[in-house]
């Protein structure tokens, strides 16, 4: 708006005229016809409406933007959920399996502590049988030997008739072998080191075995061929 200079005559009171120069505004926008008028009128109107439709569109874009980056942090969310809840569900399942590992264990345990009787029981009677496999063989010894000095002592050493003579070493294992009481193939396999000289089982038995204490058959070592 632009302003304009102009002149009004003013009455004195001594009645004469003075000349009086003032500034009138003008309107921004002049026209002569009525459309024009009207356009002028409504721009700055215009205008504002235009930087507060603008401004909205901002806010609204704005506005849009947030909601889009709620509407993503809900969806993590949701899938966070999810998670959540499987992971419940997994935690749930391992107490349930953990609780049934720990009944295991303890019946594990408990039979763990039963076999461990067993054992210790069986490892007791173990040691007694080996105490007792070692009073045999040490009676048997004894036996053996007692066996071995009564055989000797009964065995004819003479052989009666028209003449009177001593009975040969051969004669006297047979007479051993007949009676049962050498058994040849008993005593080789229980004495290798007789076998393994190719040495007669009732011979030695007379000439070694006997003192020795070993036994000349399974009557006298039931026990021992038990074993």
Request: with cysteine.
């Amino acid at each position: 708006m632009s302003r304009k200079a102009r002149q009004k005559s003013v009455k004195t009171a001594s009645g004469t005229a003075k000349t009086t120069r003032f500034t009138e505004a003008e309107p921004a926008c002049q026209s002569d016809d009525t459309a024009g008028g009207e356009e002028c009128g409504s721009r700055p109107m215009r205008e504002a409406f235009a930087r507060m439709q603008k401004t909205l569109e901002e806010r609204i874009e704005t506005a849009r933007n947030e909601l889009r980056s709620n509407e993503a942090a809900l969806s993590r969310l949701a899938d966070y959920k999810a998670k959540i809840e499987r992971l419940e569900v997994d935690i749930t399942q391992l107490r349930k399996s953990e609780k049934a590992l720990q009944i295991q264990a303890n019946q594990m345990r408990a039979e763990n502590a039963v076999f461990r009787n067993r054992i210790e029981t069986l490892q007791h009677a173990a040691d007694e049988v080996a105490a007792l496999r070692q009073t045999i063989q040490r009676l048997n010894g004894v036996a053996g030997e007692e066996i071995g000095r009564i055989v000797k002592a009964l065995l004819p050493r003479k052989k009666g008739g028209p003449i009177n003579r001593y009975i040969r070493l051969s004669e006297q294992a047979e007479l051993l072998v007949t009676t049962g009481i050498v058994d040849p193939e008993w005593y080789l396999k229980r004495n290798p080191d007789v076998a393994a000289v190719g040495m007669d089982a009732a011979i030695h038995y007379v000439l070694h075995g006997a003192e020795e204490g070993r036994l000349p058959g399974p009557a006298l070592d039931r026990v021992a061929e038990e074993k």
